[in-house]
Antibody, heavy 123, light 110 residues
Framework: EVQLVESGGGLVQPGGSLRLSCAAS????????MAWVRQAPGKGLEWVAD????????YYLDSVKGRFTISRDNAKNSIYLQMNGLRAEDTAVYYC????????????????WGQGTLVTVSS | QSVLTQPPSVSAAPGQRVTLSCSGS????????VAWYQQLPGTAPKLLIY???KRPSGIPDRFSASKSGTSATLDITGLQTGDEADYYC???????????FGGGTKVTVL
């Protein structure tokens, strides 16, 4: 059974930093891209970043470029999101999601999602 | 404002059919596969449709989808109270070099 478990959310002041983690199990981690997707309170889904199976390629939402960094540790079957310079508009539930398989470039779906971790940016 | 356009809400009686639309552009839906997600209240999103028309294992055939040009649709037949949820379309945008979603459609069963 595929499981994605996020952790690391919490309350942080504007300008502060937070590091989110996602532990994956139930599938061959190194065969998949992985992603972070967020959802502000009462709003829709917004893709944040994704990372290639070997960590060699990363893509980011324009509004987080230069502030957020996605990374992965394949030995620990985990991905991370280092968030610096946090703003009120970053307040959201952050979901870890299994992205496309490494060998299917055309795939665009997120096959599995974690339960999310809430990040609140407020003074 | 979302890159993909979805109507905010749709409603129908139990047993009826609803059709949800998702409109994009040539750089998004026009040249990439579309996926659909269901988000029940208070839960994480769940994949409903991928590669425009395919259902993951366990998704009932009451859910079907199609794509034409720069638009996609999701059909739900035999509507049930358990189908009350937000539904999102999503794809890759080749110009933005990122994933994009629609704003979501709330389905209400009357």
């Amino acid at each position: 059974e595929v499981q994605l478990v996020e952790s690391g959310g919490g309350l942080v002041q504007p300008g502060g930093s937070l590091r989110l983690s996602c532990a994956a199990s139930g599938f061959t981690f190194t065969n998949y891209w992985m992603a972070w997707v967020r959802q502000a309170p009462g709003k829709g889904l917004e893709w944040v970043a994704d990372i290639k199976e070997d960590g060699g390629q990363k893509y980011y939402l324009d509004s987080v470029k230069g502030r957020f960094t996605i990374s992965r540790d394949n030995a620990k079957n985990s991905i991370y999101l280092q968030m610096n310079g946090l703003r009120a508009e970053d307040t959201a539930v952050y979901y870890c999601a299994r992205d496309r398989p490494a060998d299917i470039e055309s795939a665009t779906h997120f096959g599995y999602w974690g339960q999310g971790t809430l990040v609140t940016v407020s003074s | 404002q979302s890159v993909l356009t979805q109507p905010p809400s749709v409603s129908a009686a139990p047993g009826q059919r609803v059709t949800l639309s998702c409109s994009g552009s040539s750089s998004s839906i026009g040249n990439n596969y579309v996926a659909w997600y269901q988000q029940l209240p208070g839960t994480a999103p769940k994949l409903l449709i991928y590669d425009n028309t395919k259902r993951p294992s366990g998704i009932p055939d009451r859910f079907s989808a199609s794509k034409s040009g720069t638009s996609a649709t999701l059909d739900i037949t035999g509507l049930q109270t358990g189908d009350e949820a937000d539904y999102y379309c999503g794809t890759w945008d080749s110009s933005l070099l990122g994933r994009v979603f629609g704003g979501g459609t709330k389905v209400t069963v009357l």
